[in-house]
């Protein structure tokens, strides 16, 4: 899905992709898309339970292959 | 003070950091938690490569922690400063290469940083410390040594053992109430249990050993390997993920080779064929192998004998096997080496 911003963690294993998620989503403002990357298939668990934590919403996850994406909306 | 005492709490994701947390947040007040991020924590990481642990349970422990708890979690990256703990521990290792007193002074060091900084307002810092837990980090004479050494002083509390230990400012000030704080010592983990139960807490983390991998023997000795053959105490955030994946195999002091186990591990070592010389076999079903080091052409023979013992073609007269060093491919045909000939001291 078309998202505004991206980021790459391929290669990085948790909780590396959801920290760098962590840092970039700081920078953001409330209501702007990210799409997340990586091919550590504990992303699909780590960064929709960092959104519940920080209420951020997903907006999809998916995986093609053996990589694994996760789209979420920046929260208030 | 009249707003909201508020406290930081270091969450490892085991069950002494949650209840720890919880009685605190019990008590009134406001708690955040933080984790820390070394490099060598024991999360999903080898879980999420090896195809035979993908259904084990892939959560961050954490991050499972904080969502019990409802409370926000600061995840933070300190895989370069915490070089210097592990590589230059003032207070020595423990029983492996776990520098655990000092890589506990310096996680309640950096939780100071959060309390000092004005945008948090913190007060205080909590930990999951109990008394005797631990042989060489959790003993009566070095929670004054973490507390001091630290710079928290007595904005450190313990709530599982705090009734052992000297009054702090939270309890001084009336943040908390020590009655209601907790007196377990040693390695019987039964009283936690009971009070997870009491909480309701269960699918809990309950790592053994320790929360990271510097506690494992074998990794250890590969840390220790990699050590040695560098000739200096350093590393790299690759270097210490390398050392969780893969057979790794130093047939010469110069030279060490890491094998894939299986699919998962050929895909990750994928991502690391531009910075290694890279071999698999083609003739055959095989490993993807990367070779640490500067091989002459007989070291790349052997390492293709070693990466085709490994391989289908292990009974085979002949396989070939794919050389890709400094971007430039080519094929060696060799026999693979036989069982008896891959010494055991080879095996790190
Ligand atoms: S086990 Fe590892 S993370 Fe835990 S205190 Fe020891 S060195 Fe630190």
Same mark, same amino acid.
Request: hydrophobic share 35%.
């Given at each position: 899905?078309?998202?505004?911003?991206?980021?790459?963690?391929?290669? $990085? $294993?948790?909780? $590396?992709?959801? /920290?760098?998620?962590?840092? $970039?989503?700081?920078?953001?403002?409330?209501?702007?898309?990210?799409?997340?990357?990586?091919?550590?298939?504990?992303?699909?668990?780590? /960064?929709?339970?960092?959104?519940? /934590?920080?209420?951020?919403?997903?907006?999809?996850?998916?995986? /093609?292959?053996?990589?694994?994406?996760?789209?979420?909306?920046?929260?208030? | 003070?009249?707003?909201?005492?508020?406290? @930081?709490?270091?969450?490892?994701?085991?069950?002494?950091?949650?209840?720890?947390?919880?009685? @605190?947040?019990?008590?009134?007040?406001?708690?955040?938690?933080?984790?820390?991020?070394?490099?060598?924590?024991?999360?999903?990481?080898?879980?999420?490569?090896?195809?035979?642990?993908?259904?084990?349970?892939?959560?961050?422990?954490?991050?499972?922690?904080?969502?019990?708890?409802?409370?926000?979690?600061?995840?933070?990256?300190?895989?370069?400063?915490?070089?210097?703990?592990?590589?230059?521990?003032?207070?020595?290792?423990?029983?492996?290469?776990? +520098?655990?007193?000092?890589?506990?002074?310096?996680?309640?060091?950096?939780?100071?940083?959060?309390?000092?900084?004005?945008?948090?307002?913190?007060?205080?810092?909590?930990?999951?410390?109990?008394?005797?837990? %631990?042989?060489?980090? =959790?003993?009566? *004479?070095?929670?004054?040594?973490?507390? *001091? =050494?630290?710079?928290?002083?007595?904005?450190?509390?313990?709530?599982?053992?705090?009734?052992?230990?000297?009054?702090?400012?939270? *309890?001084?000030?009336?943040?908390?109430?020590?009655?209601?704080?907790?007196?377990?010592?040693?390695?019987?983990?039964?009283?936690?249990?009971?009070?997870?139960?009491?909480?309701?807490?269960?699918?809990?983390?309950?790592?053994?050993?320790?929360?990271?991998?510097?506690?494992?023997?074998?990794?250890?000795?590969?840390?220790?390997?990699?050590?040695?053959?560098?000739?200096?105490?350093?590393?790299?955030?690759?270097?210490?993920?390398?050392?969780?994946?893969? %057979?790794? @195999?130093?047939?010469? +002091?110069?030279?060490?080779?890491?094998?894939?186990?299986?699919?998962?591990?050929?895909?990750?070592?994928?991502?690391?064929?531009? =910075?290694?010389?890279?071999?698999?076999?083609?003739?055959?079903?095989?490993?993807?192998?990367?070779?640490?080091?500067?091989?002459?052409?007989?070291?790349?023979?052997?390492?293709?004998?070693?990466?085709?013992?490994?391989?289908?073609?292990?009974?085979?007269?002949?396989?070939?096997?794919?050389?890709?060093?400094?971007?430039?491919?080519?094929?060696?045909?060799?026999?693979?080496?036989?069982?008896?000939?891959?010494?055991? *001291?080879?095996?790190?």
């Amino acid at each position: 899905m078309e998202t505004q911003h991206s980021l790459d963690t391929r290669n $990085l $294993l948790c909780p $590396l992709p959801v /920290i760098r998620t962590q840092n $970039l989503v700081k920078t953001l403002n409330p209501g702007e898309t990210v799409e997340v990357v990586g091919t550590d298939p504990g992303i699909m668990n780590d /960064i929709p339970a960092w959104c519940r /934590i920080n209420g951020h919403e997903v907006l999809e996850s998916t995986t /093609i292959e053996n990589e694994y994406f996760v789209c979420l909306k920046v929260g208030d | 003070m009249n707003k909201t005492p508020k406290a @930081i709490a270091l969450i490892s994701g085991g069950l002494d950091s949650l209840l720890a947390a919880k009685i @605190i947040q019990e008590q009134g007040v406001t708690v955040e938690g933080i984790n820390f991020f070394t490099g060598f924590c024991v999360e999903g990481h080898t879980h999420a490569i090896r195809k035979k642990d993908q259904n084990k349970s892939k959560r961050n422990n954490a991050l499972w922690v904080a969502e019990q708890l409802n409370i926000p979690l600061h995840l933070v990256d300190i895989i370069e400063e915490y070089k210097d703990i592990v590589i230059n521990p003032k207070h020595g290792y423990g029983a492996n290469l776990n +520098p655990c007193l000092d890589c506990k002074i310096f996680m309640v060091s950096k939780a100071l940083e959060w309390i000092e900084c004005s945008d948090y307002e913190f007060d205080f810092i909590v930990t999951g410390e109990v008394i005797g837990q %631990r042989p060489m980090s =959790q003993r009566k *004479e070095t929670m004054p040594v973490i507390a *001091e =050494q630290s710079g928290a002083n007595d904005r450190l509390l313990r709530p599982l053992c705090a009734k052992n230990l000297p009054e702090t400012l939270p *309890e001084r000030m009336g943040w908390v109430d020590r009655d209601q704080l907790f007196d377990f010592s040693g390695r019987n983990r039964k009283p936690q249990m009971a009070l997870a139960r009491q909480f309701g807490f269960d699918d809990y983390a309950q790592p053994a050993g320790g929360c990271c991998f510097l506690t494992d023997q074998n990794y250890a000795t590969k840390l220790a390997d990699l050590w040695q053959a560098r000739g200096e105490k350093t590393y790299e955030l690759d270097d210490i993920m390398l050392l969780k994946v893969g %057979r790794h @195999i130093r047939p010469k +002091p110069h030279f060490k080779l890491i094998v894939a186990r299986e699919e998962g591990e050929n895909r990750f070592l994928q991502g690391y064929k531009k =910075q290694f010389t890279s071999m698999q076999p083609v003739s055959h079903g095989g490993p993807l192998t990367l070779l640490d080091g500067v091989p002459t052409d007989d070291d790349l023979k052997l390492a293709a004998q070693i990466t085709a013992r490994y391989s289908q073609g292990r009974d085979a007269d002949s396989v070939t096997v794919e050389v890709i060093m400094n971007g430039q491919s080519s094929e060696l045909h060799v026999s693979p080496l036989p069982a008896q000939d891959v010494m055991s *001291e080879w095996m790190i």
